[in-house]
């Protein structure tokens, strides 16, 4: 019989663990282990939640112990559906896995020798990031100290997805930020900058395309200048007002559409349904402190973007605004210098 010694004793393990390796994968594989080994169970497995469909978590574990190949990769049947009441309580207990209408794959189950699951949410900062689930051979029911220890076993997980999480999020923005400035820096060719920037940006945050537009000489509409992931159809569907087009990034300030279907200040709805776009970032391009034009990301699934994002594309909208304040600070050159050439061949004459 497990003792609080025993959950007290393995979790002091795992958080000296915590304290010497920042590895996602050797601490969730840690966590998995040890609750198989301090809850005496057959198996144990973390699943990170489907960021599409936030409504499942991933057919394959990120971390488990116990379970054949063949159990792990059979099918969406071992991805446990997010029920209301698992968010509720806190857990899901399925008492007989070989015969609970509210799993698939009994016979998988019963071929893998489960008798039991107990299934926690994996939670970080109040966002649910997927679920750790325990698996007994025979059928048996929970105490509370156990259900407890695995959910502490579950934000201990959270923690270390989290930290993976930004610690990608960083090498990413600056791979992002180098690559930028490595273009900026080896050419003067704004089309080949700017087209660097939307690919860019588009794949660091993970959305279906981003384009750049910058105001005409009439100011009056917005000229498509560089675009990643939009259909030729979508590009040529018409100008662009920069009255109507979100004309609060044209004051400087970055805006956020959640729902380009229903929003007031989105042109062209029919055309952005047909483009599978759904959510907006747009944030405005400056030249020292001028607004000159936008940068916007499209979505294609309803998208909270959050503050982090906001100030990354902000950022990177300002090194496509320098870009473009070198290119034509060389252009200016390039015609002074003409000037000059000019002038001094007339006065040759003079010496």
């Given amino acids: 019989m497990t003792t609080k010694n025993d959950y007290f004793q393995s979790l002091i393990k795992l958080s000296r663990e915590f304290g010497t390796t920042k590895d996602q994968d050797k601490l969730l594989n840690l966590i998995v282990s040890n609750a198989v080994k301090t809850m005496k169970g057959k198996a144990a497995s973390i699943f990170l939640m489907d960021e599409e469909s936030q409504s499942s978590a991933r057919n394959v574990a990120v971390a488990q112990v116990g379970l054949s190949a063949n159990y792990t990769h059979a099918g969406p049947g071992h991805a446990v559906k997010i029920s209301p009441q698992l ?35 994996v939670m970080n900062k109040g966002k649910m990031l997927g679920i750790l689930s325990l698996y007994t051979k025979e059928i048996r029911k929970f105490t509370k100290d156990e259900i407890d220890f695995l959910s502490i076993l579950a934000e201990q997980g959270g923690i270390a997805i989290e930290n993976a999480q930004l610690i990608k999020k960083l090498r990413d923005n600056s791979q992002i930020f180098l690559n930028l400035a490595a273009s900026i820096s080896s050419s003067l060719d704004l089309k080949t900058i700017l087209q660097t920037l939307t690919e860019s940006v588009a794949k660091c945050l993970d959305v279906k395309a981003a384009s750049v537009r910058l105001l005409d000489s009439d100011k009056q509409t917005l000229k498509l200048v560089a675009s990643f992931g939009l259909s030729e159809k979508y590009l040529n569907k018409g100008p662009i007002s920069a009255e109507k087009s979100i004309a609060e990034a044209l004051k400087g300030k970055p805006v956020i559409i959640s729902n380009a279907y229903t929003d007031s200040g989105v042109q062209y709805k029919k055309e952005k349904k047909e483009e599978g776009i759904v959510s907006i970032l747009c944030v405005p391009i400056k030249s020292k402190t001028d607004v000159i034009g936008v940068l916007r990301l499209y979505s294609d699934r309803q998208r909270e973007f959050t503050e982090d994002d906001i100030i990354l594309v902000t950022a990177m909208a300002s090194q496509g605004g320098l870009a473009i304040q070198n290119a034509c600070m060389y252009l200016t050159v390039q015609d002074d210098i003409k000037d000059l050439k000019e002038n001094i061949w007339s006065h040759k004459l003079w010496f």
């Fill in 87 to 121: 968010l509720k309580d806190g857990y899901i207990y399925f008492e007989n896995a070989t015969t609970d209408k509210r799993l698939m794959n009994h016979a998988a189950k019963k071929a893998e020798g489960i008798g039991s699951i107990l299934t926690v949410p």
